[in-house]
Structure formats: C-alpha cells, structure tokens
C-alpha cells in the first residue's frame, strides 16, 4: 500500500465508513477505490477531490500525500514526454519536499486545466 491510499483508507475507517459508503458518496467505482487504497491506481486531481468530499476532508489534508498522484497525461507521446521531463527536473532541484509538492500540485492543476481533466476511471 502507499502513503496517499494508506492516509484514505484509515481516514475512511476513522469514519466508520465503507468504501460502499464512498462509492454512493463520490460516484466512482468501488473497484477504483480499492485499487487507490492499495496503491494499484493513482487518482488525478478531479478524482481525489470526489474522494475527499465523500470523506468530508479538504483536499489541502490530502494533498500531503501527493506524490502518489497521477500526472495527467496526453494523447500525444511528445507531450508525455515533456511532462516527464518537466516532473524530473522539478524532482531533481534543490527544493524542501513541500516546495517540491506545491510545484508538482501546479502543474497537475495546470495540464488538467489545459486538457480538460482526463480522468483515470
């Protein structure tokens, strides 16, 4: 499991709840959400807020444990490949983790804006 589906999934218990509960509450599949609680799939940003409204957490509260989240990705190799790029270097400055997480935040927020929030489900 990793950080970001192990925070969901005891913020998900801590509420009593079951992931049947936040399927009703976000409209995602239950099969998706137990695949981001293991780890097997990463949420982009559209989804990870369903998710944190069904948990009635900000996405601020989440959003420490964004490494985990998917960067969205476009149709066109090349610009898959200057979104790599772009996360790697942003990985390989001189940042605190912070720092790093709030770029990495901008540019998943910005390439949603851009192309119009592909969804992982």
């Not at 589906?5 to 998900?12: N, S």
């Not at 989440?62 to 090349?78: A, G, P």
């Amino acid at each position: 499991m990793n950080e970001l589906g192990t925070f969901l999934r005891e913020q998900r218990k801590k509420s009593n709840l079951k992931i049947a509960d936040i399927v009703e509450r976000s409209g995602l599949s239950q099969a998706f959400l137990s695949q981001v609680e293991t780890g097997k799939r990463k949420p982009s940003m559209k989804n990870l807020e369903k998710i944190a409204n069904a948990l009635k957490l900000e996405k601020v509260d989440i959003l420490e444990h964004q490494k985990d989240i998917m960067i969205i990705k476009t149709n066109r190799v090349s610009d898959n490949v200057k979104i790599h790029k772009l996360v790697e270097r942003l990985e390989n400055a001189d940042l605190q983790e912070h720092e790093l997480d709030y770029m990495i935040e901008v540019v998943n927020l910005t390439l949603e804006y851009i192309l119009g929030g592909n969804e992982n489900e």
